[in-house]
């Protein structure tokens, strides 16, 4: 099946820091979703959208449906130590999934 | 909140033995996917299943089989377990597209390691 092109693959960043990640596919998708995934526990998921252009915030995470419906991003702002863990997008058409490489999130306090 | 429950989080199985793993979910999701990750290589999808008694191979569906008897449960069946099925497990599981804008949400996935 296809995968989606994720970036960056993983991050090192200082407490405190935003985070942006992104994600990208040649087909076009009617919902973009992100999850985070700690060790050894399914993904869990963080943000929906469903709606080109459409930008939606839940706490310190902001996510956008790129106008294209090719692409997504995910922004962090003022990273904690709890945000470490993977992150991965997924893109929805009619009644399948398809998801992208994950991006591996490390703070450093 | 959706809740989907695999019923173990941890599995050792012996090569060639019989493997079943279960899955639940309370939201009455007609859709439901098993997938398996591997480092490396993502999320791959092994079979999903749209209805009760319906099921469709996804990428990688040797080696395994399914049962969806009841809406609510979708069961992974391993029919002789080998060592290249050590893997983390994931039961996933959503609306319809049609009835609702409806994202999966996963279960807490199985560990399995096969001896």
């Known amino acids: 099946g296809q995968q989606l092109n994720q970036s960056p693959q993983s991050m090192f960043i200082q407490e405190g820091e935003d985070v942006s990640m992104n994600c990208t596919s040649s087909s076009i998708f009617n919902t973009w979703l992100w999850y985070k995934q700690d060790p050894g526990e399914g993904p869990v998921l963080l943000i929906a959208l469903y709606k080109a252009g459409e930008l939606t915030s839940n706490g310190r995470l902001t996510a956008q449906f790129g106008i294209t419906r090719k692409d997504s991003f995910l922004n962090i702002s003022a990273s904690i130590p709890s945000d470490v863990g993977i992150y991965f997008c997924a893109g929805q058409t009619g009644n399948q999934f398809y998801f992208g490489t994950g991006t591996s999130l490390t703070v450093i306090p | 909140d959706v809740k989907v429950t695999q019923s173990s989080r941890y599995l050792v199985k012996r090569t060639g033995e019989k493997v079943f793993l279960e899955c639940v979910q309370d939201?009455?999701?007609?859709?439901m996917f098993w997938y398996r990750q591997d480092p490396g290589l993502g999320l791959r999808l092994i079979y999903f299943?749209?209805?009760?008694?319906?099921?469709e191979k996804g990428d990688i569906p040797e080696g395994y089989s399914v049962s969806r008897e009841k809406k609510e449960r979708f069961s992974l069946i391993l029919e002789s377990a080998s060592t290249n099925q050590t893997s983390m497990y994931l039961c996933a599981s959503s609306f319809r597209v049609s009835v609702n804008n409806s994202p999966l949400h996963f279960g807490n996935g199985t560990r399995l390691t096969v001896t």
């Open positions: 939201m009455d999701h007609e859709n």
């Open positions: 299943s749209y209805d009760v008694k319906m099921k």
